[in-house]
């Protein structure tokens, strides 16, 4: 089996965090990136060709994934192949429509698998790529998709939902606003955009569509193929979090200080991996006072810390305090300053005795790299 991870998906809602990265680069948990998840899963099930279809913004990308080795992909035989970014390329000239779909076709023709995986990194999850074939191969459908339940009082009005029928298998898409709720659970459908097929079977789908001239994209050709030759639906009962606006970005990291959710994500029988960096742990003054939180390697904390989330290389100062909120690598929080529901990104300096104070359901963000010395620049920071 191969595996094709898309990284070309929406990023505007996720802005400033998103300015100079892809949503699959994105830090979560103190050490991790986004795209770790995909490449883990895919990891965990013993496939070792991978493309990544690169966004615009690949830098972040390559400087993380590099040869596929922390994932066990830097093979003789597989790798980590990458492609360049396609996705707004005038498409009208029928010469950039062939390479588009020429990029899939090599990779898909040379990886020589049976079976392809085809996912994002957008959704957080532990997904078991092997348990998803083997419900694959039970059914003569070319296509699998996956799915998770949401109750739905709490699923996203505008997330995309399967239509089921009756024999449990997808026949159309739709936002969940218009998708009815399942009586028996009273939970929606909500797709994770991963889907399994014959490598055959991709081939020729997109073969047809280059000979046709047309451009569609790979998922929206995926949606329209589901919707005329159905597909299986394969449900997902694991840790989700669905990263597509601020909030949720938040949520998600709030969601790792819950030890329940921490080691079903992270800790199951199927590890989760990333890049190493072989560092120091972070020393904790005497006088520190910390509950509840995460933290990578290398910081150095003399204040406090509540319900938050630090990378790598953050130092706390005397009588500061951080309170629910995502401390990005290499940030510094000056002697006395008062930092709550803010999301930092990396190398962020916050002064003495500044108060940065945001809400659950809108945090302060600060871009990477913006420092603020006093109160008024603070001030100016929040107004802008």
């Not at 904790?284 to 810390?305: H, I, Q, W």
């Not at 709550?340 to 190398?347: N, R, S």
Request: hydrophobic share 40%.
């Amino acid at each position: 089996m191969c595996a094709i991870i898309d990284l070309n998906e929406p990023s505007e809602a996720l802005a400033p965090l998103t300015d100079e990265r892809p949503v699959g680069t994105m830090p979560f948990a103190g050490r991790y990136r986004l795209v770790d998840f995909p490449l883990s899963a895919i990891s965990n099930a013993d496939i070792r060709t991978v493309g990544i279809f690169l966004p615009k913004s690949s830098r972040s990308v390559e400087d993380h994934v590099r040869s596929g080795q922390a994932w066990d992909m830097d093979t003789i035989t597989g790798g980590v192949f990458t492609f360049p970014y396609v996705a707004t390329r005038d498409y009208d000239d029928p010469t950039n429509i062939h390479r588009y779909y020429d990029n899939y076709l090599t990779f898909l023709i040379k990886s020589k698998s049976e079976y392809v995986f085809i996912t994002g990194a957008r959704h957080v999850s532990n997904i078991d790529v092997s348990a998803l074939l083997q419900f694959h191969q039970a059914s003569p459908n070319p296509i699998t998709a996956v799915y998770r339940s949401v109750p739905t009082a709490t699923a996203n009005p505008e997330q995309e939902a399967f239509v089921l029928d009756a024999d449990n298998e997808v026949v159309d898409f739709a936002p969940s606003k218009d998708v009815k709720e399942r009586v028996s659970n009273h939970t929606k459908p909500i797709s994770m955009q991963m889907y399994l097929t014959r490598t055959d079977y991709l081939i020729e789908l997109l073969s047809r569509v280059q000979n046709s001239g047309k451009f569609i994209r790979l998922p929206q050709l995926i949606h329209q193929e589901i919707t005329t030759a159905q597909a299986n639906a394969f449900e997902y009962t694991g840790y989700c979090a669905t990263i597509h606006d601020i909030p949720s970005y938040f949520q998600a990291n709030m969601d790792m200080l819950d030890e329940e959710k921490f080691h079903s994500l992270l800790f199951s029988q199927r590890a989760i991996y990333t890049k190493n960096k072989n560092e120091a742990p972070t020393y904790f003054a005497p006088e520190a006072d910390v509950f509840s939180s995460l933290l990578g390697t290398g910081g150095r904390v003399y204040g406090k810390l509540r319900d938050s989330v630090l990378f790598r290389n953050v130092y706390v100062d005397h009588d500061a305090q951080v309170l629910h909120s995502i401390i990005m690598q290499g940030s510094r929080i000056g002697n006395g300053a008062d930092v709550e529901y803010v999301i930092m990104d990396k190398g962020c300096v916050v002064g003495p005795d500044v108060k940065l104070i945001g809400t659950p359901e809108a945090p302060i963000v600060l871009k990477k790299g913006t420092t603020i010395l006093d109160q008024s620049a603070a001030e100016e920071v929040l107004q802008s």
